[in-house]
């Protein structure tokens, strides 16, 4: 793959949750070209283990339930057997669910009373709490663990935030709440874990297309919808984010020689979406 440049990650391990998605699974192949042996975690074992063989013998996929902090554990003796303590951790793990996401934007009184509608008032506690440990108890989880091996050496840790918790989106209020938990988090443990040498910064993707997000921003036949017209209106660069977009974010912050002095930051990668008022 074409790095937009080159740091040298010889000697770190890193691990990365949700290493099956579209946008950890080329921060894997980024971080293995520098130099890095990477842990893939992920539920989805086929998914880990294909970019695993994409990456080649300085890759271990290993299927982790992130909310079972016994099987998280269970990762961390399998990435200390194969590679050794781990000194890069990026909770990648997250996402939303269609139980937590309203269909209307904003609320009426009419609205409220729509039978074909599933309003804020039909959101299901479950899947409110779903969202919330997908995001911020699994990256508390992983970072309980993987976090020890970096406390007497130092460390890098990345979490991955949204746009969501700079300006909450319409339609999803469990999904935003919980990505402004995960920069108020990244904060707290990077005052926590300054004086063992460990930095912990987030990066906030702005638009991308997913696999989780296909069918909101596309029809069936590949045009989009009207939300996604709506995206690319509030972007000033006019386009969704591409992968390699966020690549050169990440090689700043996991490089101690390029961004040893930054920790407690949340940085936006959105195209100028954060900065735009509309007008």
Known sequence: MKLPFSIDLTGHVAVITGAGGVLMSEFARALAASGARVALLDINAQAAQAVADSIGENALAIPTNC??????????????????????????????????????????????????????????????????????????????????????????????????????????????????????????????????GIR????????????????LLFHEDGTPTPRTGKILAATPQKRFGEVSDLLGTLLWLVSDEASGFVTGVVVPVDGGFNAYSGI
Request: charged share 15%; net charge negative; glycine share 6%.
């Open 200 to 215: 912990v910064n987030a990066i906030a993707p702005g638009f991308f297309v997913t696999n989780q997000n296909r069918s």
């Open 67 to 196: 909310l079972d902090k016994a099987d998280i554990q269970k990762a961390a003796e399998a990435v200390h057997a194969a590679f050794g303590p781990v000194d890069i951790l990026i909770n990648g793990a997250g996402g939303n669910n269609p139980r937590a996401t309203c269909d209307n934007e904003t609320m009426t009184a009419e609205l409220a009373e729509a039978a074909d509608l599933k309003s804020f008032f039909d959101l299901e506690e479950s899947g409110l709490k779903f969202v919330f440990d997908l995001n911020i108890t699994s990256a508390f989880l992983v970072t309980q663990v993987f976090a020890a091996d970096m406390v007497k050496e130092g460390g890098n840790i990345i979490n991955i935030s949204s746009m969501n918790a700079f300006r909450p989106l319409t339609k999803i209020p469990a999904y935003s709440a919980a990505k402004a938990g995960i920069s108020n988090f990244t904060q707290w443990l990077a005052v926590h874990f300054a004086p063992c």
